[in-house]
């Protein structure tokens, strides 16, 4: 067995940039859905109101695999029309 780590692996905090529809309802749809994964929401920010927004997330430490799934799954039911960004974010 390895212990080698490589970035992006283990349990990090993420920032991530989404782009979602401007509609009641979207935020709470993602919000359920990160929690669905034990995904825990540190901040939150929409820089602009369109028809499609962009939302800025940062996260609390979470797997790279599991944050994968639930950004998948939001694309998935269209919550989200696109995701732009993920990155680790260092402390």
């Known amino acids: 067995d390895s212990d080698l780590t490589f970035a992006?692996?283990?349990?990090n905090r993420y920032y991530i940039r989404m782009a979602a529809?401007?509609?009641p309802g979207i935020l709470?749809?993602?919000s359920s859905t990160f929690g669905k994964y034990d995904i825990s929401?540190?901040?939150m920010m929409q820089p602009k109101h369109s028809e499609i927004v962009p939302l800025l997330f940062i996260v609390h430490q979470t797997k790279?695999?599991?944050?994968?799934?639930?950004?998948a799954e939001l694309v998935e039911n269209n919550y989200v029309k696109s995701i732009d960004s993920v990155m680790k974010v260092e402390s």
Do not use: Q, T, W, Y
């Open 21 to 23: 529809e401007d509609k």
């Open 64 to 71: 790279r695999s599991v944050l994968d799934a639930a950004l």
């Open 8 to 11: 992006g692996e283990g349990i």
């Open 28 to 30: 709470g749809n993602i």
């Open 41 to 43: 929401i540190e901040s």
